[in-house]
């Protein structure tokens, strides 16, 4: 029966609860789509650095991440490679050497990050082959490079071109060689796009004069959310004295702390949503209340309990925001299932200064159920809290005063 | 032999600012099964007396005793409680639940006392047979005359089988043709569930069929006369 009353009871008014679900409605689709957005750019940002670039796990010498030189490499060990490789969600172990150096074509130059790679297992963790968009891959035999659009565009090379690559090697020697293009590839990252080369993983240890060592072992994993127990478990295979074991968020703290301020910016968005949100939520629970003080008195006259009264009233604000969230949620989710798969990108100058802050210049949206739950939590908690004021005036309620000046 | 004693009641309002003194001392017993009209001009007190018996407002001095207990000893929940007990109300503006059809309305009181499903419903058909609107059972107030509505909230009112019914200006909206056949069926309840009733009216009609007329002026019983 109290159902049934809550129920029947939403319905007295259709025009305010329309307007009240409505608005309720409204709120969830806008936080859900402003988180959606947020949530997904840090999606895209976090795979584009971790999943396309990094690896989630990275294993080096000590200190290599704090200095990034060839001297802080280390000689490859085939026994720590099988040793990582058969911890639980290591699903392959990508050797490099990675180094800078600047590349020349003609009359330009420019500073490069050198990627020495296994080009089939680098594939597996980066897969860059599916970014090829001139020319074609490199094997490990090769002596040519692959380099990225940007880089390509700045320096005006194209396939068959030869770059002189020019740099420090191990100990102080001096890295010198000229490669030529064996294709180009377009990144996401506009930071990894104007500034990567990558080279067969034997060719570029004899360039830094750093035969049979690495700088970098890259992890590819099964899942990003075991990264913590994967860092956990190789670190007790490595000798910490002379290695280290990184997961991504150590590895980009830039772009954990950047991610962090971006998201507290954004949460207080949503709140300031809420409380409009909520006040108008307030109004409405204000006159449901003030135009049925009456009908209070009368219930409670017969004979119904105060609890009883506050527990129909609850049910009745509980369903009404459960009905606003479940129809925001429903609205919403069509959206955000196409942006997630057509993400919004920008074009002409809007799209250039972004890309100037290294970032990809579109919207992406992320499909994580904890942004519609979280914004259903949040609207249904506030309904509650917001809802304790009829319940308190119904505690406080005299019939006789209900009834005689209503 | 007496259901309802009021002892010494006083009723004042404002009394830290401008002090309105609703009921002065009001005493009066009423036993069972009597069918009782409470009379005078406004603001004579009947609305007070009726709220102060009916346990809905406390007298600022004096005691209330219903059926051997004593009403102004009893906090808000036990109130309540007894009022769902013993005690039906009609009111003036019938007071039926909008959202309610004239079924539940009825099963609403029974519902309350948790009686069973099977049991409730055949009580309140019984008594919208009795009113007879029982063509109406499922109907919602807004779909109800005047006089039909204040029939459903009678039948309300006898659903718990209450010790007393008390009804404020039962049919002060209400036409002549309602307000008699109204009144009829309280009568016939009164006669058949033995319930007592006791109205505050100032409708001739209503005296004219009361079975004992107590008059109130300024707060005070002016005229206690049994027919």
């Known amino acids: 029966m109290y159902i049934i009353l809550a129920w029947r009871n939403i319905w007295r008014n259709k025009r305010r609860s329309y307007i009240t679900i409505g608005s309720i409605a409204f709120a969830v689709l806008l936080a859900c789509f402003m988180r959606s957005m947020q949530l997904g750019s840090y999606e895209r940002m976090i795979e584009n650095a971790a999943r396309f670039y990094t690896g989630y796990v990275q294993v080096h010498q000590k200190g290599y991440w704090d200095e990034k030189t060839i001297d802080n490499s280390f000689s490859f060990d085939s026994g720590l490679i099988d040793s990582i490789s058969r911890t639980p969600g290591v699903q392959e172990v990508v050797p490099r050497v990675e180094s800078f150096a600047l590349a020349s074509f003609e009359q330009k130059t420019k500073g490069c990050l050198v990627l020495g790679i296994d080009p089939e297992l680098e594939n597996r963790l980066t897969q860059y082959g599916e970014k090829l968009v001139e020319g074609a891959g490199i094997t490990p035999e090769d002596k040519s490079i692959l380099i990225s659009e940007g880089l390509a565009n700045y320096l005006k090379v194209s396939k068959g071109d030869s770059v002189v690559l020019m740099g420090q090697g191990y100990h102080g020697a001096t890295a010198v060689g000229i490669y030529p293009v064996n294709g180009i590839i377009k990144f996401r990252s506009p930071a990894q796009n104007n500034q990567t080369i990558y080279l067969p993983l034997r060719e570029a240890q004899w360039l830094y004069a750093a035969q049979n060592r690495l700088t970098t072992l890259a992890l590819v994993i099964d899942k990003a959310k075991h990264v913590d127990r994967v860092v956990s478990q190789i670190s007790e295979k490595i000798d910490p004295e002379t290695m280290e074991v990184m997961g991504w968020k150590m590895l980009m703290p830039d772009l954990v702390q950047g991610i962090e301020i971006d998201n507290i910016s954004g949460k207080l968005m949503t709140w300031i949503l809420y409380t409009v949100i909520g006040f108008g939520m307030f109004g409405t629970f204000l006159m449901m209340t003030a135009e049925r003080m009456y009908e209070f008195g009368v219930l409670i006259s017969v004979g119904m309990k105060r609890i009883q009264l506050q527990v129909i009233i609850f049910l009745e604000m509980a369903m009404m925001s459960a009905i606003g969230v479940g129809i925001g949620v429903l609205i919403t989710l069509p959206f955000l299932i196409y942006y997630h798969y057509h993400p919004i990108y920008f074009s002409g100058e809007s799209a250039e200064a972004i890309e100037k802050f290294g970032f990809e210049a579109a919207y992406f949206f992320s499909l994580q159920p904890s942004i519609f739950y979280s914004q259903a939590w949040v609207i249904l908690i506030l309904a509650m809290i917001l809802g304790l004021y009829p319940l308190i005036v119904l505690q406080r309620l005299k019939p006789v005063k209900a009834m005689r000046e209503a | ?227």
Not at chain 2, 36 to 49: E, F, N, Q
Not at chain 2, 137 to 158: D, E, I, K
Not at chain 2, 178 to 202: K, P, Q, Y
């Open chain 2, 1 to 227: 032999m007496s259901i309802i004693k009021a002892e010494n009641i006083t009723k004042i309002y404002n009394h830290t600012v401008v002090p309105v003194h609703a009921l002065n001392g009001v005493t009066l017993e009423i036993d069972r099964g009597e069918f009782t009209a409470i009379v005078g001009p406004s603001g004579c007190g009947k609305t007070t007396l009726l709220n102060i018996l009916g346990g809905l407002d406390h007298p600022t001095s004096g005691s209330v005793e219903l059926a051997n207990t004593d009403i102004t000893s009893l906090n808000d929940g036990q109130l309540i409680d007894f009022r769902l007990k013993n005690i039906g109300f009609v009111f003036q503006a019938y007071n039926l639940i909008p959202v309610l059809t004239t079924m539940e309305n009825v099963e609403f009181i029974m519902l309350l006392q948790k009686r069973t499903k099977k049991d409730r419903e055949a009580r309140a058909m019984e008594l919208l047979s009795q009113m007879g609107i029982a063509e109406k059972a499922n109907q919602r107030p807004s779909q109800l005359s005047g006089g039909q509505q204040q029939r459903v909230a009678v039948a309300r009112a006898l659903a718990s089988k209450p010790q007393f019914i008390l009804a404020d200006e039962p049919t002060a909206n209400l036409d002549s043709k309602s307000t008699s056949s109204l009144l009829d069926i309280m009568a016939d309840m009164n006669r058949e569930e033995g319930a007592t009733f006791v109205f505050s009216t100032h409708d001739q009609r209503v005296i004219e069929k009361a079975r004992r007329v107590i008059t109130l002026e300024d707060g005070r019983v002016v005229k206690d006369e049994r027919k």
